[in-house]
């Protein structure tokens, strides 16, 4: 059984080419053209979100919801309210099976916790990066492969004085300049990977399931 899939504000192609792999019609969709040739959509996801897909993957934008920018949140109350009200609505959109990625955020407390919590480490890649997924009508992703948390490095916050420790890759990432960004979004290919496999074994083994009823952002 082929899936038609779609993965929202995924400009790089990597879970849009994990599904692909398995012979699903999987394209992907975002403001930025893709980095890598394949079936994409340049554009507002709404435009094409009830074409009838039957799994979503969403990546929202982090930049105004991750709580690693929480000294700048009194800041940009304005842009978090339309973060939110993003994500709320492709948490309600009409596809059957949603997954909606992100890293620790104010989604959590604003809208809903969590279902899963995962790290790349879970799943061959041998790197920490926490992420959370907001799951409708899909199970949490079993890991495939743990590995070495990989390499970690200190230092001293200029501001407050305090320790604090973060993953080498997380480091390095920050040394390419204009191009960290797109370094530090960008989905592992293990999780990737099985995001395609496992989300899309357990629709076809499951069949299609009606939405549920749409939630109010707080």
């Known amino acids: 059984m082929k899936l038609r899939v779609l993965v929202a504000c995924e400009y790089s192609g990597s879970v849009r080419d994990a599904f692909r792999a398995l012979g699903h019609d999987a394209m992907s969709c975002d403001l930025l053209p893709t980095d890598i040739p394949g079936p994409h959509y340049q554009g507002d996801v709404f435009d094409i979100i009830e074409e009838g897909f039957d799994i979503m993957v969403a990546h929202p934008p ?46 959590s407390s604003r809208i809903r916790k969590p279902e899963q919590i995962i790290q790349p480490w879970m799943f061959g890649d041998p790197f920490q990066k926490t992420t959370c997924l907001w799951l ?27 320790k604090k420790r973060q993953a080498v890759w997380y480091k390095e990432a920050w040394s390419k300049g204009d191009l960290r960004w797109k370094i530090r979004s960008k989905t592992f290919q293990g999780i990737a990977d099985a995001m395609a496999d496992q989300w899309s074994k357990h629709v076809v083994k499951n069949g299609p399931t009606e939405p549920k009823v749409p939630s109010q952002v707080e």
């Open 136 to 162: 409708k009508n899909l199970p949490g992703l079993e890991p495939t492969k743990i590995v070495d948390k990989g390499e970690f490095f200190e230092w001293t916050d200029k501001k407050t004085g305090k």
């Open 62 to 107: 982090c930049t105004h919801l991750a709580v690693s920018g929480a000294r700048w949140f009194k800041h940009k109350q304005k842009e978090q309210k339309e973060a939110l009200e993003f994500v709320q609505r492709l948490m309600d959109a009409p596809i059957p099976h949603i997954a909606i990625e992100n890293p620790v955020s104010i989604i």
